[in-house]
């Protein structure tokens, strides 16, 4: 379903994506810059509304405390909507921003950010303008760095898929079954990276396959090949950090436009995996990855 013209754009598009590097800021660090407070960790994430979706995030939050103890270590989510919801709920979550001033408050001079995002899309790069910003005010951090999302790398993007195909899909499944993997998908340039991911899937498993809710490859062009090749059975797994609002509801919902709905209807009985890759550790090791680049920055 790709040319090999359409395969070297992706390539190229993914290329000019990542080399924004993980380097956010740096303010001139003199002899003082150890005696501050630090490095603090702050994880980023979109956030969920969905109480199973914690999950994830206590997963990865263990894995990070068991990599960095005694490091300080807070959250923020990027979602404001996400935020309102919960704090109408009486849990306040903090934007990455007033995360950054209260660490800045409190007197921490090293912050590194890490991105719990899937790519390098619109939120990656406002948290990498803002604590760039952050990095650069008078009388505050030394450093802010800003580590990488989870699909950041060629290789990256590899492991995640066989992790996907040997650790999160069901072992019962036959190699003639469909895995269907459903990324958020955007209007950020970014969301070539599903793309590319489609074609690395399609190379490691003709039966694999990448959509998105929102971006490219559609689920209409998914669906579409699995009809087309006779498909009978397909797995369902989120592409995103928790198994929220998205994998409940557009993914395995009732409702007749869910992925699940629409294959049904299409003769395809699909299972839906509802697990989001944050509690899966190999996937965590991913991340934590991408942190220990950015922590060696920061000593
Ligand atoms: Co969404």
């Known amino acids: 379903m790709f040319h090999r013209a359409q395969h070297l754009l992706l390539i190229l598009t993914f290329m000019l994506i990542t080399p924004l590097a993980c380097w956010a800021g740096e303010a001139a660090h003199g002899p003082q810059a150890?005696?501050?407070?630090?490095?603090?960790?702050?994880l980023v994430t979109f956030g969920t509304s969905v109480p199973s979706g914690q999950a994830a995030f206590v997963n990865i939050e263990q894995q990070v405390k068991k990599a960095y103890p005694n490091t300080e270590i807070r959250w923020a989510y990027t979602s404001q909507i996400i935020r309102k919801k919960l704090a109408k709920q009486g849990t306040v979550l903090d934007s990455p921003e007033i995360a950054l001033a209260k660490l800045m408050d409190q007197g921490y001079t090293r912050v590194v950010m890490q991105?719990?995002?899937?790519?390098?899309?619109?939120?990656?790069?406002?948290?990498?303008?803002?604590g760039k910003l952050f990095?650069?005010?008078a009388g505050g951090f030394d450093k802010?760095?800003?580590?990488?999302?989870?699909?950041?790398?060629?290789?990256?993007?590899?492991?995640?898929?066989q992790i996907v195909a040997t650790t999160i899909v069901p072992k019962e499944r036959q190699a003639n079954e469909a895995v269907v993997l459903m990324g958020h998908g955007t209007h950020h340039p970014s969301d070539a990276i599903y793309s590319a991911l489609m074609l690395k899937a399609q190379k490691m498993d003709a039966n694999?396959?990448?959509?998105?809710?929102?971006?490219?490859?559609?689920?209409?062009?998914?669906?579409?090949?699995?009809?087309k090749k006779g498909i009978k059975k397909a797995y369902l797994v989120p592409l995103m950090t928790v198994a929220g609002d998205h994998a409940m509801n557009d993914m395995a919902g009732d409702e007749p436009d869910s992925?699940?709905?629409?294959?049904?209807?299409?003769?395809?009985?699909?299972?839906?995996?509802?697990?989001?890759?944050?509690?899966?550790d190999p996937i965590v090791d991913l991340w934590l990855e991408n942190l220990k680049t950015a922590m060696q920055h920061v000593q």
């Open 144 to 161: 802010v760095m800003v580590a990488y999302p989870l699909l950041s790398s060629d290789e990256a993007m590899e492991k995640t898929l």
């Open 115 to 130: 991105s719990l995002h899937m790519i390098p899309g619109a939120e990656f790069h406002e948290i990498y303008t803002n």
């Open 135 to 137: 990095g650069q005010m």
């Open 208 to 227: 694999m396959y990448v959509g998105t809710v929102e971006g490219h490859p559609s689920f209409d062009e998914v669906k579409e090949a699995l009809v």
């Open 34 to 42: 150890k005696a501050g407070k630090g490095p603090a960790i702050l």
């Open 259 to 280: 992925w699940k709905s629409q294959l049904t209807k299409a003769g395809i009985e699909s299972v839906p995996v509802l697990k989001g890759l944050a509690e899966f």
